[in-house]
Structures are given as structure tokens and as C-alpha cells.
């Protein structure tokens, strides 16, 4: 709800670390002018550290433009302007025992239904996950030439931390590896 968006982000508290460090790196990652290598970004941290919040509140920002006036610090408002108002967000939260392919897929599919794009994961075959994932943001840039697609996905970790079987870590990872090297392109 848009209050609530509102005040978290009005009452957000930038500590030296978010300000002078993560989000300059965020913004560098996703910043469609920055010519720099791009890279997929986890955020890694003890439980009340503010991790969701900071990924909302860049989320946010990311996806609705006039919401970075209501950043109450002039540094990360001047590097938050960069992204503002650039991307379609999807943002959710695992909890899940499936694949992470199987929920990403899911996820992806439902919200793009919602914005107007029709797209299925199923309809190529046997490709690799990052062909699939590149197919999928045609379609989107089809729709959307001028915005970028964030997926912001959390409690990761301990999702990973249930799918300890190699294999199926290993599937879980590969799945990560693709998303990273499409953040680049």
C-alpha cells in the first residue's frame, strides 16, 4: 500500500555502511547508464540487520520515481536517483520446498501475466536456464523497452539451507548462476 511505501521509506535510517557502501554498490549493478559490468547482488546479514528493508526501500525507488524525494538523506537520494523509477519489480519471499526454478518460473510467469505479457517458461524445450531467461526478457523488452526487470527474492538463504541435498543445491545454484549472467545483458 502506497502509506506504507511512503513511510518506510521516509523513516528509513542510513547507517555509514548502506550510505558509503551497499547502496552505491546496488545502484552500480542496476544503473542502465553505468557501463560497467552488472552482476546479480545477495544480501547477506544477521537476522534484524534491516536487510528486507533496505531491499525495499531500493525496490521501491527502482519501480515508482517520485518516491526518492521522500529519501530524508541527500547521498543515497542522489545515487538512488539514478534508478528511480526504471524498472517493473517483482518482489517475493521463499518459503517453499520446490525447485527454485519451479517457483521463479511461477512467480515470473503470474507477474508478467499481470503487466500484460504473455510468457511461458514451458513452450522452449530443453534450453539452458539462461537461454530461457533471455527469451523471457525479449518479451518483456518487447513490451517494455524502457525498463529493466528486478526480481527481488527473499529469505534465500534459508531456503538453500533446506535444499542441502547436493543434487538439488546444485540445481538451485545453477539457476542463481543464470540469473547473474543475465543481469549483464
Same mark, same amino acid.
Given at each position: 500500500?502506497?502509506?506504507?511505501?511512503?513511510?518506510?521509506?521516509?523513516? /528509513?535510517?542510513? &547507517?555509514?555502511?548502506?550510505?558509503?557502501?551497499?547502496?552505491?554498490?546496488?545502484?552500480?549493478?542496476?544503473?542502465?547508464?553505468?557501463?560497467?559490468? &552488472?552482476?546479480?547482488?545477495?544480501?547477506?546479514?544477521?537476522?534484524?540487520?534491516?536487510?528486507?528493508?533496505?531491499?525495499?526501500?531500493?525496490?521501491?525507488?527502482?519501480?515508482?520515481? @517520485?518516491?526518492?524525494?521522500?529519501?530524508?538523506?541527500?547521498?543515497?537520494?542522489?545515487? $538512488?536517483?539514478?534508478?528511480?523509477?526504471?524498472?517493473?519489480?517483482?518482489?517475493?519471499? $521463499?518459503?517453499?520446498?520446490? &525447485?527454485?526454478? @519451479?517457483?521463479?518460473? *511461477?512467480?515470473?510467469?503470474?507477474?508478467?501475466?499481470?503487466?500484460?505479457?504473455?510468457? &511461458? /517458461?514451458?513452450?522452449?524445450? #530443453?534450453?539452458? +536456464? +539462461?537461454?530461457?531467461?533471455?527469451? %523471457?526478457?525479449?518479451?518483456?523488452? @518487447?513490451?517494455?523497452?524502457?525498463?529493466? *526487470? !528486478?526480481?527481488?527474492?527473499?529469505? %534465500?538463504?534459508? +531456503?538453500?539451507?533446506?535444499?542441502? @541435498? #547436493?543434487?538439488?543445491?546444485?540445481?538451485? !545454484?545453477?539457476?542463481?548462476?543464470?540469473?547473474?549472467? #543475465?543481469?549483464?545483458?
Amino acid at each position: 500500500e502506497i502509506d506504507y511505501q511512503k513511510q518506510l521509506i521516509k523513516t /528509513f535510517v542510513f &547507517s555509514k555502511a548502506f550510505k558509503e557502501t551497499l547502496i552505491p554498490l546496488m545502484v552500480r549493478n542496476i544503473d542502465f547508464n553505468n557501463s560497467n559490468e &552488472s552482476f546479480g547482488l545477495q544480501i547477506v546479514g544477521n537476522y534484524g540487520t534491516g536487510k528486507s528493508h533496505l531491499m525495499s526501500l531500493v525496490s521501491l525507488i527502482a519501480e515508482d520515481e @517520485e518516491l526518492v524525494e521522500l529519501v530524508n538523506d541527500s547521498k543515497p537520494k542522489k545515487e $538512488l536517483r539514478k534508478i528511480a523509477g526504471q524498472f517493473k519489480v517483482l518482489r517475493f519471499e $521463499l518459503g517453499n520446498i520446490e &525447485s527454485l526454478w @519451479e517457483i521463479i518460473t *511461477f512467480r515470473v510467469e503470474k507477474h508478467l501475466s499481470e503487466l500484460g505479457v504473455n510468457f &511461458s /517458461f514451458e513452450n522452449h524445450g #530443453a534450453l539452458p +536456464y +539462461y537461454d530461457k531467461i533471455m527469451l %523471457m526478457m525479449a518479451e518483456f523488452e @518487447e513490451k517494455f523497452p524502457d525498463k529493466g *526487470f !528486478l526480481i527481488v527474492i527473499d529469505e %534465500m538463504l534459508a +531456503y538453500l539451507k533446506g535444499r542441502s @541435498e #547436493a543434487n538439488l543445491l546444485n540445481q538451485d !545454484l545453477a539457476v542463481l548462476q543464470a540469473l547473474g549472467q #543475465a543481469c549483464d545483458n
